[in-house]
DNA sequence: CTGAAAGCGCTTACAG
DNA sequence: CTGAAAGCGCTTACAG
């Protein structure tokens, strides 16, 4: 009987917390604490381990950190487009404040499509990750309870709903479409379009706003709105204006659910010689780039893509630490902003 | 003495191999083989294990996998910006290859620092993961070491380089510059322009076959090169055209090699009351979301980019299968589209 | 403050 | 084709 060897070298040829442990002199357990930080270790012993671990140039292994601790140290973010740059900016800021903190983020792409969606949470949650953050509320019964009875803290980001354990950190859509109709209306605008695409909840609670705030005014047309689930682009932009216009050329004021059907309709207006916003006011909406560039300037409104991801992230941070939560719905607002195409 | 119990069950609530095997009344290696799709199982034994694994609803705990089998299922991808559409479309690309085969994708930004992607690559190798793909060829030289020491199989994408061991899918930037050129002065631009910000390598090498295709013609001006390490976008492009024309008004043809940039020009021409093409000549670089519909339309180079997404993901599945690659460099080339604005 | 033992949930050789 | 044993590289209680 040969007592079993301990490898010091993985595999892989990387070092192993027991030749860190060892060069150090300390026992592997007390090599951890310190790695971890844990701070009930004697300060001779820290400089030792930590020193041991740069000279081998250690650095855990994730897979066995994971089984042992039973803590994935991955938090995984499920969003319905990449191509939409809206959540590209949540996801750069989401990752300046967890990579620093040692997670690892997970991007789940669900295409807009509930089932994909769905499939992703449920992969994601075999793992399970640390943590989740999912956009909006818009998804299949199973994905919900899913999520619930995982146990895995979790924030919805973009939009707000008010409900017993619903962490969620955004901004109310449908007021923000009200918003758009006043200043609309305000210019003196009479016959307003509600232009949309891709039709996901987002879209349709800001194109609910709208039309309630025309509806409060007497204005509501419905013969002005053109939907479509098409993916949102510019291209698709030039299509609808058109189509709108052949449709109702009385039409004098125009809101866009996404900047780069506003951009397309720009483009469009220019092609036919339609004077914006003179003849007809275009209002898009996230304020996406170019919208300040284009000509005329885009009036759109601003949605905090930054400082959803940083405080969605805060929070979640605060929940799997299990601190306390200043507030669960966390309203970020919005911002008109009127340049001179509306 | 009591024998060790054996958990049916994780500390998550989900069940485990052995919950499986046991429900199948197989051994839990089998078990794992079944799950793993290896063939050396009886028919019997596989229907029933896949109908208990069915039953528990069982998915394999990734870390006890990688930890095991000392294999990750993770690709690690490094790119240098989400906010340039160009990575976003290689990124969807190489998901919906790699995600199928049962990959987890693992996306690092470096924000085009050289310094930020040599700690990304050192995180992921640390891993390490199955796979690596990483953008072109610029970066420190630890990195490159790194990379090579680690042994995973890496594709470098979007530009070419031929060399012992190094794989590749992408096309000629400098290819692509030229025929910009050739098509500028094809169509009787004597002044020709070459406009670029951000200046990463991809960058200087379309730059560098504009200039060399002028050269060649007699047409070089080295004055009429505006370059700026700000990022690209659509506002710069206004600021840099509007530079541009007030030190060279005579400038009678610009290459932009971003659309965006492009695209700003575009407005800031329709500003000044510049006429494209009949002025100035304009193309821009990547064929992005907008070019098509702009006014006038944008003349622009269309690079592959869910070719490179697909074709490095499947060169990568050989290496890492170590199947025999017919390439190791992939050229997929590039297409000038002619629009309006040149 | 420090450590020996056990175990996280899989897969890898090695037998048969 | 199937299985018992050992081990992947950490961390979790539990002692002291």
Redesign the interface.
Known sequence: MTAPTLRKT???G?PTLDAVAELAGVSSITASRVLRGVDSVGPEYVRRVKAAAAELNY??????R??AS?R?GTVAVVIPS??N?VF?DV??SI?SVLRPRGY????G?SHYSRNAEEDLI??YL???PSGLIVTGFDRTESARRLIEA?GVPCVHIMELEKAEGVHCVGFSQARAGEAVADHLVARGCRHNAFVAAQLDSRMMQRGEGFREALRRKGLYDADLEILTPAPS???L??DLFRQLLQRRPDVDGIFFGND?LA??AL?EA??QGIQVPDQVAIVGFNDL??A????PRLTTVRTPRAEVGRVASNLLLSMIDNKPVPSPVVDLGYELVVRESA
Do not use: K, M
């Open positions: 993985r595999s892989t990387r650095v855990a292994n994730p897979a066995a994971a089984l039973s994935s990449l191509s740059s590209v996801l750069e990752h690892e983020i997970l991007i792409n449920r992969h075999a793992a399970p995982s682009s510019i291209g932009g030039c780069d951009q397309g483009f220019r092609r780039a170019g300040a560039d284009c000509v």
